[in-house]
């Protein structure tokens, strides 16, 4: 039997129209989409199914919108019988992660996101912040090359060996992006983001959020996940962890390679896009990765598995 991981992805995932194929086949998933609509202070079938990309894409807006579809799609998985053994999110995906693995109600999940996502945004005008990933530079030569920037840049996710994702100031970004490219390094690609998500720029903001999940109900959890600040099983209160979260770096290298070592060998990526299932095929060519997002997708993993 395979030991299966389920992933999901974060934000930059979101799409129009995302999961509106399995919304319009599947009764548990528009059962639960139309209550995720009514919990919330905006259509959310309007603009996950409609658009435009432009609101979607807005932080306050992607965060809820990107968990009610990747939750759906859980949702469905589950009433087919693919159960996960470990569960790891990429940042605003842990939260959908925790769903999973029965340590928060899908609902709740969405409505946090929601303030979230608000807190975020706030916290990061529009213009002042940016993120680029950099491709093909090692980490200590990456970090030597941020410490010369004039202002606040950090490395924000550690995707692979060969890409790592840096955020800040604007104009610090900017100048980190000269000294990378004068060091001999063509590929520095500027990310559509609204802001500098997971530096030390975010500190503040996780302690607005602090207040909000400690409103919220959190259960045990009953599958494991593998957290993004720590790569690791859970070692402290989730409140503590997913604090911690939003201004940590995301280790998503270093969380792969704990599954593998754990006996992991079949990654099932739940939610739009198919970053995660790329990441996983650099990071270990070996890995079975599936990628479930439509119907031919939900098909080809039942036709695999069940």
């Known amino acids: ?74 949702k469905v998985l589950e009433e087919k019988g693919i159960k996960p053994d470990v569960l790891c999110g990429l940042s605003l995906g842990e939260y959908s992660a925790l769903v ?45 090359l941020l410490d010369l920037a004039d202002g606040v840049v950090e490395i924000a996710n550690y995707n692979t060996a060969k890409q790592l994702v840096i955020g800040g100031e604007k104009s610090a970004v900017l100048d980190a992006t000269r000294l990378i490219k004068d060091a001999g390094i063509r590929k520095v690609i500027p990310l559509k983001t609204s802001g500098a998500f997971h530096t030390s720029l975010l500190k503040e903001a996780g302690q607005q959020l602090k207040t909000v999940l400690e409103k919220v109900e959190f259960k045990e959890l009953v599958t494991p996940v593998v957290f993004n600040a720590t790569a690791a099983y859970q070692d402290r209160p989730l409140v503590e962890l997913m604090t911690a979260q939003i201004s940590s770096p995301v280790l998503f290298e270093m969380s792969v390679k704990k599954m593998l070592a754990d006996g992991v060998d079949t990654f099932i990526e739940v939610g739009p896009g198919a970053v995660l299932s790329g990441f996983l095929k650099r990071i270990d060519r070996q890995a079975t990765v599936h990628h479930i997002h439509d119907l031919q997708s939900l098909e080809a993993v039942l036709k695999e598995l069940v």
């Open 1 to 74: 039997m395979p030991k299966i991981a389920f992933l999901f992805p974060g934000q930059g995932a979101q799409a129009v129209g995302m999961g509106k194929e399995i919304y319009a086949h599947f009764n548990v998933a528009q059962t639960f989409f139309d209550a995720a609509d009514q919990a919330l202070d905006f259509d959310l079938n309007e603009l996950v199914f409609n658009g435009p990309i432009e609101t979607l894409s807005e932080t306050a807006y992607t965060q809820p919108a990107l968990v009610a579809v990747e939750v759906m799609l859980l």
């Open 100 to 144: 999973a693995g029965g340590a928060l109600d899908g609902i709740d999940a969405v409505k946090l996101v929601r303030a979230r996502g608000q807190i975020m945004e706030a916290a990061l005008p529009a213009g002042t912040t940016s993120m680029a990933a950099v491709l093909g530079m090692e980490v200590d030569t990456l970090q030597a």
